[in-house]
């Protein structure tokens, strides 16, 4: 190990980042899909601000925060060719203060935010790109439209003038068992192609499915954008 930490970080996040290519380039090949068609999200949200930065120095990834505070806070610290993504749940209350700064927000989960995105969206004269957060497995204690929600209420979702959807996102069950995983991911990609059968054109191209802990088997089942955090920040901890 170098004396020197940062560098001893830079060396360690190099290496997990080639470790989760070639583990990308694997997944994609095993299901005869180019490994071009799987972008990274690296999950920030646990990351202290130090590492964010040396991680971007390595990578253009887009970065992923979970709550609109903190990446509106980043974003005002970092590069300003930074890429964010918002992942986590988002009030409505905080919506008008993060679209200036998100770049894609995966986790609208209520038509009643949609209102809420449209309406601000109208005002900044913005048309922000937004992802369609699916409860698949219809877990109570999970947010998201259940699938039949969003049949029901397609027609409207196309209606709003200033959200550009792009497609749909799905946390897996958290739950050892591959199979459930992998038929959530399923799920989620069959419902995709539904809706794009239920519209006039193919509006969803996105699938952002994966995890750390599952990120292969949502390759393998179509995902177009995986959001990983600490397979990426692994042996970066903070030393005291
Ligand atoms: C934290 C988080 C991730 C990343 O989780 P890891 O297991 O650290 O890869 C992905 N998506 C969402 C919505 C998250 O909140």
Avoid at 112 to 117: F, T, V
């Amino acid at each position: 190990m170098p004396s020197d930490p940062s560098l001893a970080h830079e060396n360690r996040l190099r290496a997990n980042l080639e470790h989760v290519q070639q583990r990308i380039q694997d997944a994609a090949h095993r299901v005869d899909r180019s490994p071009d068609a799987v972008s990274l999200v690296a999950v920030t949200k646990y990351t202290q601000l130090d590492l964010v930065q040396l991680f971007h120095k390595l990578s253009n990834s887009p970065l992923g925060e979970n709550r609109p505070q903190q990446l509106i806070e980043r974003a005002n610290q970092l590069p300003q060719d930074v890429n964010w993504h918002l992942i986590g749940q988002l009030q409505r209350n905080k919506v008008k203060a993060v679209l200036p700064y998100a770049s894609l927000i995966h986790s609208v989960d209520t038509t009643r935010l949609l209102n809420s995105i449209n309406r601000h969206a109208q005002e900044l004269e913005l048309r922000p790109r937004i992802l369609l957060q699916v409860n698949v497995s219809g877990e109570e204690t999970k947010s998201g439209f259940t699938p039949s929600q969003l049949i029901s209420n397609w027609e409207e979702i196309c209606q709003f003038r200033n959200i550009d959807v792009r497609g749909l996102m799905t946390m897996a069950p958290n739950t050892p068992d591959e199979k459930i995983i992998r038929e959530s991911f399923r799920g989620l990609s069959q419902l995709k192609d539904q809706l794009n059968n239920d519209s006039e054109e193919e509006r969803l191209t996105e699938l952002s499915m994966g995890m750390s802990q599952d990120f292969e088997i949502a390759i393998e089942e179509g995902a177009t954008l995986i959001r990983l955090g600490s397979v990426l920040f692994t042996g970066c901890e903070p030393t005291s």
